[in-house]
């Protein structure tokens, strides 16, 4: 089916470790997000790409890095973990119409 | 973007119509509402957006008032499935990146 693929579901890391979190998208959507989500709260965007070979820093970077490999593509990096970065990571895409995002499925991550 | 208001939590009666209030007092007049919501720590689903005049799709329904400063999504005969948090989202951009900025939501709950 047609959609947002994010890997891996799960990871927990240890605090200083790095990871790099994978989304790919098959709708041929210009534009990818990322978000998280802390337990009880709203989504908070970190990063997103309006197009293939761009990326801006949305309301919560410090810590991560990305990389739109491609326009299907788009990964989040995590240099040196925190437990503060504990959360579900969503990654979103949308294309040129009015209508919504569509969203992956989340990463549970977990750093101790 | 404009700032919305929405109440924290609801309950419904399966069967019945669920109504979600959103207050949105200082939303631009090129400013979109968006629907989505989110089942239990899934990704976010999108449900149905307007400008200006009231919209229906399969799933729900989307009432803004004239002043445009509020607006009402309407679940027709809502499910035991329905039961979600509901983010009311106003956003300007399309076509290119649109940051949607995704608050604490309603926690609808329908009950047997």
């Known amino acids: 089916n047609a959609g947002v693929t994010q890997t891996p579901k799960f990871q927990v890391l240890k605090t200083g470790q790095s990871m790099t979190l994978q989304c790919a998208q098959d709708m041929n959507h210009n534009s990818m997000y990322w978000y998280r989500q802390d337990p009880g709260m709203g989504l908070r965007l970190i990063y997103y790409s309006a197009s293939e070979g761009t990326t801006d820093k949305g309301e919560v970077p410090n810590g991560y890095n990305v990389s739109r490999l491609n326009k299907r593509e788009f990964s989040l990096r995590l240099e040196s973990a925190a437990p503060s970065q504990t959360s579900v990571y969503f990654c979103?895409?949308?294309?040129?119409?009015?209508?919504?995002?569509?969203f992956g499925s989340g990463t549970r991550l977990t750093v101790v | 973007d404009a700032k919305t208001t929405q109440p924290t939590s609801m309950d419904c009666a399966e069967g019945r119509a669920a109504n979600l209030p959103c207050n949105h007092s200082?939303?631009?007049?090129?400013?979109?509402v968006y629907w989505y919501r989110q089942i239990h720590s899934q990704g976010p689903q999108y449900i149905i957006h307007?400008?200006?005049n009231n919209e229906t799709n399969e799933m729900a329904s989307l009432i803004i008032t004239e002043d445009r400063k509020s607006s009402t999504l309407i679940l027709p005969h809502a499910t035991l499935r329905d039961t979600a948090v509901y983010y009311c989202?106003?956003?300007?951009?399309?076509?290119?990146?649109?940051?949607?900025?995704f608050g604490s939501g309603t926690q609808l709950t329908v009950l047997p």
């Open positions: 307007g400008l200006k």
């Open positions: 989202i106003v956003s300007a951009r399309w076509g290119s990146a649109r940051q949607l900025t």
């Open positions: 979103a895409s949308s294309g040129q119409g009015k209508e919504g995002y569509t």
């Open positions: 200082t939303i631009s007049g090129n400013e979109y």
